[in-house]
Nanobody
Framework: QVQLVESGGGLVQPGGSLRLSCRVS????????MGWHRQAPGTQRERVAA???????NYADSVRGRFTISRDNAKNTVYLQMNNLKPEDTAHYYC?????????WGQGTQVTVSS
């Protein structure tokens, strides 16, 4: 059974930074492509960024240049470094495999950008 545990969210002022972590257990993490998603109240879940087993990355236009996705295969963990945060980045953030997101969703972590 694959388990995803996200952490690192919080309240930050516009222009601030946060680093999210997602620890994965129960899968062969090193061969998985992994991604971060987010969902704000009243909206559909949105794909934010992805990292493939070979290190290639993809970003949504809304976060490109501000967010960086990375992974540590030794720790079975994928990260999302978020810089220059904007109020519109406020959402609940989740990780899952990419592109099918067919692992059981974790609890996610809340990011709130507000002054």
């Amino acid at each position: 059974q694959v388990q995803l545990v996200e952490s690192g969210g919080g309240l930050v002022q516009p222009g601030g930074s946060l680093r999210l972590s997602c620890r994965v257990s129960g899968s062969i993490f090193s061969i998985d492509s992994m991604g971060w998603h987010r969902q704000a109240p009243g909206t559909q879940r949105e794909r934010v960024a992805a990292i493939h087993s070979d290190g290639r990355t993809n970003y949504a236009d809304s976060v490109r240049g501000r967010f960086t996705i990375s992974r540590d295969n030794a720790k079975n963990t994928v990260y999302l470094q978020m810089n220059n945060l904007k109020p519109e980045d406020t959402a609940h953030y989740y990780c899952n495999n990419w592109p099918y997101s067919d692992y059981p969703w974790g609890q996610g972590t809340q990011v709130t950008v507000s002054s």
